[in-house]
């Protein structure tokens, strides 16, 4: 077996084995949580003779480990069960929002990765001059403001001074593409601005100690411009720190961005999943939590494949 | 004058006033009273229902646990929901009289214990099909199984009896209750084909608008039924419910005309939107009420001199205007205020004396040791400040009060009604009777502060029953007086239902039954423009 298909292929086993002890750590945390669903549904209207109703028909009356494996096998058959709370089925319920999370971070990835990137490549180029210090001034500031101040910003600049957009951003079955777009400009600007700045310093970094290689010396004495320099010899040898860190990034914006979800009231999977550890709906929060792991394991395992296909020195190993 | 005339005209078309408010403002700038309301019939005729458009309604109070099944609403925007597509059998009219919805009569015996209720001729469900008596009653058995989870199996339990005959419900009770119509206005009661015993969340009922999409936590939306049988409400083509639980994002979206009205302004902005062209503040006064109660079974509390002592160490004053911002009214004591029909005015309002409460609290023999008191940032809107306020001038007179911050998650079942001393809130009850029998009879599911009075509950039983409304009226004044100077409840304050409206809304009016018009303000407004 060629070497390189036999690391990604132990990488993914590691990972699908990683996302198993995830299930059951996600599985024991909301164990723990005070509380039960019963009374979270049921809320300050309870009364005994309720609860213990709810209970028994939600089957919270068997032990933690009967559920726990149960669950397990119908996740591996792809049933995911159906939510303790209204009854809806979970794998459809998600399915959609699911659908609405890629769809942001798709978004924001497509403008934040080209950017970073060229902004890191025009940084480096212009190291210690000024445009190297104004992108790096602007982007440091906008990933040291709190995610929620920054749209609320965005909200007051876009839609009360500027009213081109709206503040909730919404998007729903039905809706066009250019539709769905506009909705969701304000979250994307967001997450733009919070997620830049990480990517573009890595870029720079990456290209500024490979610029340090004698290779650079060479290419610069044969008379290449330092764009091209940039662009031809260190930005290839670069490319594996820079993919991690945007894969990284990357993960984020599907996984991490609950806060700018609730801010402008956009319908997707971290909103979902936070409604439902408030009600402790265990089957929803499991089968979401399993989803955001999958996500996070599978690019970091991307990451990991594309630096080994980049490193010549990992493809070719003596 | 006449500009000033010209605004509280406008205000009235608005539907901001009542004839007593515009005619009151009116003589004052001169206006002879004849004339004033003369022009409040000529003006209030004058703004006349638009039909069409799509009313969109931005709320808090949403998740993606939500569910259709009526029994089960609990939170704001599942009852706004409830109230579009459904209807009950009753309803209460903004001045707290009953509005007949699917029943069209009511009639009791004499002793209140048996009460016939006559079902509306040719009232449309959404499906084609048409409201019968036997509807009725399955809905009300449905509730009555505690299998239905149902948030208004209180309400029901007294039923001993249901009957359908023809187009005449005949509902006999286990003990009288004179109040029995208002209690079958409470929202979980929607009528429902077949009782919706077949399946509870279709959503199918006959009220003036059909679901259209639900995303539970993200949005409703409705269209017109056709044959709705009431031509008073539901005028616009389409109603939209948004899910906004973010106070900036609602609010935003009603300043740029994304929604046409949103819920729970927070008090603290409502100074800064006042100013804001195109968009009213409506701030309407309720039931709802926030509390700090003690368990009157547990120690210090089981001693009536600490209660006491504590009841006239809060500065109710303080905070109504400190976490209210001045929109709502102090309490005293007892969960009624003059919402309710039958409440006496002149009851004596309790205020602050920390004098008193010192010296109260000496007597008591208290250990000194401190008395905590739990609050969370979800008891209710300000509740962390509330309690802080509240320790301070407790402290200043002499009472060791302390405020143990508890986490929002798990609130209502690890502290609420377990704790012996915590911030709480109770959105009230349609009448007097279903409040008391709530939370304050000593054999209630929720009774909160543990009070067991057997005088109380001997009043409370016996105004039950009573149709003579004067002296309905002096039993519930005797029990308010018990329960404010022996209870374990702390009422310091009723909050108003504060809601943001705008411009191009018609037809609005307070309603102190509940938040957005009693749920039906999407039903019984209409889009001017």
């Known amino acids: 077996m060629h070497p390189v298909l036999k690391l990604v292929a132990q990488r993914i086993a590691l990972g699908l084995l990683l996302l198993l002890a995830v299930s059951a750590v996600i599985f024991l945390g909301v164990e723990a949580l005070p509380g039960d669903t019963a009374q979270a549904i049921l809320g300050q209207s309870a009364t005994p003779q309720a609860l213990a109703n709810l209970r028994e028909k939600m089957g919270l009356d068997q032990p933690a480990m009967v559920r726990y494996f149960h669950w397990l096998g119908g996740i591996l058959t792809g049933d995911l069960g159906k939510a303790l709370t209204n009854g809806q089925d979970i794998a459809q319920a998600i399915g959609q929002r699911l659908g609405n999370t890629l769809f942001l971070a798709a978004c924001a990835g497509a403008i934040s990765v080209p950017l970073a990137i060229l902004l890191g490549l025009v940084a480096a180029r212009y190291n ?18 709190p995610e929620f101040v920054a749209a609320y910003f965005v909200i007051y600049l876009l839609t009360q001074l500027i009213p081109i957009f709206n503040p909730v951003a919404m998007v729903f079955p039905g809706m066009g593409f250019w539709e769905k777009l506009h909705a969701v400009a304000l979250p994307v600007i967001v997450l ?85 550890v408030a009600k402790r709906d265990l089957p929803v929060v499991q089968a979401v939590g399993v989803i955001f792991a999958g996500v996070y394991i599978s690019l970091n395992i991307l990451a990991d494949v594309i630096a080994i296909v980049a490193n010549p020195r990992l493809r070719h190993p003596r | ?39 409040f019939t000529k003006g209030a005729r004058a703004e006349e229902a638009k039909k069409g458009g799509v009313i969109r309604v931005g709320m808090s109070g949403g998740e993606s646990t939500n569910s259709l099944d009526p029994a089960l609403a609990a939170s704001e925007v599942p009852f706004q929901v409830n109230m579009t597509w459904g209807e009950m059998l009753t309803d209460v009219k903004p001045d707290g009289t009953l509005d007949m919805r699917i029943a069209e009569e009511v009639s009791s015996t004499p002793d209140a214990s048996e009460w016939k209720f006559k079902i509306r001729k040719g009232v449309e469900y959404h499906n084609g099909a048409t409201v019968t008596a036997e509807d ?27 009957k359908a005959e023809g187009d005449m419900v005949t509902l006999k009770l286990s003990e009288a209750n004179a109040d029995l119509p208002y209690l079958m206005a409470d929202y ?12 509870p969340t279709a959503a199918i009922g ?14 409703h939306t409705f269209t017109k039924h056709a044959n709705y049988f009431d031509s008073t409400m539901g005028h616009a083509d389409e109603v939209e419910i948004l899910v906004i639980n973010d106070n900036t994002a609602r609010t935003a979206a009603l300043q740029s005309g994304q929604v046409h009205m949103i819920n729970r302004v927070d008090p603290k902005i409502v100074e800064l939107l006042k100013g804001v062209p195109g968009v009213s ?11 700090f109660i003690m368990h009157c079974d547990k120690a210090p509390f089981d001693n009536n001199d600490v209660r006491m002592a504590l009841k006239l160490a809060i500065n109710r004053d303080e905070m109504v205007q400190k976490i209210l911002g001045g929109l709502g009214s102090v309490g005293n004591d007892f969960p009624i205020n003059s919402a309710y029909p039958l409440f006496d005015d002149s009851i004596p309002q309790r205020t602050f004396d920390a004098a008193k409460a010192g010296e109260l609290y000496k007597k008591s023999g208290h250990d000194g040791s401190p008395i905590i008191l739990r609050t969370a940032p979800g008891a209710f809107p300000g509740a962390v400040e509330a309690a802080q306020l509240f320790a301070a001038s407790a402290q200043s007179a002499g009472i060791p009060l302390e405020v143990k911050l508890e986490p929002d998650d798990g609130y209502w079942s690890n502290v609420w009604n377990v704790e012996p001393f915590c911030a709480s809130y109770w959105g009230g009850r349609p009448v007097q009777d279903q409040m008391y029998s709530t939370a304050y009879l000593s054999t209630a599911e929720w009774n ?82």
């Open chain 1, 192 to 276: 733009v601005l919070v997620v830049l700045a990480h990517m573009m310093r890595m870029t720079r970094a990456a290209i500024l100690n490979v610029m340090q290689s004698a290779y650079i010396e060479t290419a610069e004495l044969k008379g290449l411009s330092p764009m091209q320099v940039i662009w031809r010899h260190a930005f290839p040898n670069a490319i594996a720190p820079i993919v991690s860190v945007v894969v990284l990034n990357l993960a984020y914006l599907v996984v991490g961005v609950v806060v700018v979800e609730v801010v402008f009231g956009y319908n997707a999977l971290g909103q979902f999943l936070v409604d439902h």
């Open chain 2, 206 to 219: 006959a009220g003036p608008y059909k679901v259209n999409v639900n995303e539970p936590g993200v949005r």
């Open chain 2, 136 to 162: 009725v009653v399955a809905t009300l058995k449905r509730h009555t199984d505690e299998k239905s989870q149902s948030g208004a199996l209180g309400v029901v339990k007294g039923i001993a009896e249901m």
């Open chain 2, 281 to 291: 503040i409506k701030a309407v006064a309720g039931r709802g009420h926030y509390v």
């Open chain 2, 188 to 199: 979980h009661l929607i009528i429902q084909p077949g009782g919706g015993v077949d399946n």
């Open chain 2, 1 to 39: 004058m006449s500009e000033q005339f010209d605004r509280i005209v406008m205000q009235m078309r608005q539907g901001g006033m009542t004839r007593r408010e515009f005619v009151g403002r009116a003589t004052a700038l001169g206006v002879s009273t004849a004339l004033a309301s003369a022009i």
């Open chain 1, 128 to 145: 210690g001059r000024w445009p190297d210090k104004l992108i790096s001034g602007i982007t440091l500031s906008t990933i040291s403001l």
């Open chain 2, 448 to 529: 909160d502060t543990k009070f067991k009075n057997a005088k109380f509950d001997e009043l409370l039983l016996a105004a039950r029953g009573e149709l003579d409304a004067a002296k309905r009226k002096s039993e519930y004044s005797e029990m308010a007086n018990i329960l404010r100077d022996e209870g374990g409840l702390i009422l310091p304050m009723f909050n108003d239902f504060v809601s943001g409206v705008s411009d191009t809304i018609g037809g609005w009016q307070d309603d102190p039954n509940g938040e957005l018009m009693n749920g039906r303000a999407q039903v019984r407004c209409w889009l001017n423009s």
